[in-house]
């Protein structure tokens, strides 16, 4: 186990659906991202919290909602995806946002969108 | 902007030998690489950072180089064994002042018994 936990790990949700994604990490980390892997693409950076604050949104489009109430704990919110959206959604963390620091990877959430 | 490429191509090889795979960046000079390992279904697990200052570092079976000058990094499992098969990925910060990743595609080692 890394220390990063992810729930639900496998969602399947029509297009209308509304439904979140929870990220929690037990490292004492202050700096915590979601990642979109898709098949045979790299990981896609698309949100970097530090300290709670958000400070990298990498041209998601609005139907992926971040939130970070504390650094402990991420959530991506979902609404009207569509089937691209279908991959393994990753969260990690790190000390810190800054230079250097290895991220630790929770096990992902499987997503499906019919 | 800035590229990492790594061989798309599964690497196959007999348990017992070294197994090396590369890493290609253009368009960049990062301050440091890192190298994760990904297993099916599961998400990347940190297992090397080398700095740009470094020419090669070493961890129990593992060692990376790193040289600047042919913008690349090699990663070494020596006495490979079936337990080592895996996704290998390495990653690139985007900048020189952020802890943002780039990370390559990544290359698939298949180690046989």
């Known amino acids: 186990e890394t220390g990063v936990t992810q729930t639900p790990r496998h969602l399947v949700m029509g297009m209308t659906n509304k439904k979140s994604l929870k990220c929690e990490q037990h490292l004492g980390h202050n700096a915590m991202y979601w990642y979109k892997q898709s098949a045979k693409k790299p990981l896609e950076l698309m949100f970097v919290y ?14 992926f909602s971040p939130e970070c109430p504390n650094s402990s704990h991420l959530f991506l919110h ?11 959604y990753l969260c990690a963390s790190s000390q810190e946002g800054g230079v250097g620091n290895e991220q630790f990877f929770g096990p992902g959430t499987r997503l499906t969108v019919l | 902007s800035q590229k990492i490429e790594q061989n798309s191509e599964a690497l ?5 030998k070294t197994a090396t795979l590369t890493c290609n960046y253009t368009n960049y000079s990062p301050a440091y690489l890192q190298w994760y390992r990904q297993d099916p279904g599961r998400g990347p697990v940190f297992l090397l950072l080398i700095r740009e200052n470094e020419k090669e570092k070493r961890k129990e079976r593992l060692k990376v180089t ?3 000058t042919l913008k690349q990094s090699l990663f070494h499992i020596t006495a490979s064994q079936p337990a080592d098969s895996a996704t290998y990925l390495c990653a690139l ?5 952020t802890g943002k990743l780039i990370f390559g595609q990544g290359t698939t080692l298949q180690v046989k018994p």
């Open chain 1, 50 to 63: 530090n300290f709670k604050e958000q400070t990298e949104n990498n041209s998601v489009p609005s139907r």
């Open chain 1, 78 to 88: 979902l609404h009207t995806l569509q089937p691209e959206d279908s991959a393994l």
């Open chain 2, 12 to 16: 196959n090889i007999q348990e017992g």
């Open chain 2, 66 to 68: 790193f040289d600047t």
């Open chain 2, 93 to 97: 910060p985007f900048s020189s002042n």
